[in-house]
């Protein structure tokens, strides 16, 4: 299995577990409890990766990934 990866501004890599809608659920290979959400933001035709906005961002992401673990 060839799971995509990423390298953050803190220069740890992670690897892509899940991609929902525009958030993206990101695991530290090196430790398992190093688990965060990021949202891909497209500006024209660059494309990036930031921090969430808010607490209420985080429980939408969050909401979302429950959801696709449900079916």
Known sequence: MNLESVTLENGNKYV???EI???LYLSNPDNPDDFI????VKDGDQEY????????????AIKLFDESEEE
């Open 16 to 18: 892509v577990i899940k």
């Open 37 to 40: 959400i990021r949202k891909c």
């Open 49 to 60: 990766i930031e921090s969430l906005d808010s607490k209420e961002e985080f429980d939408e």
């Open 21 to 23: 809608e525009k958030y």
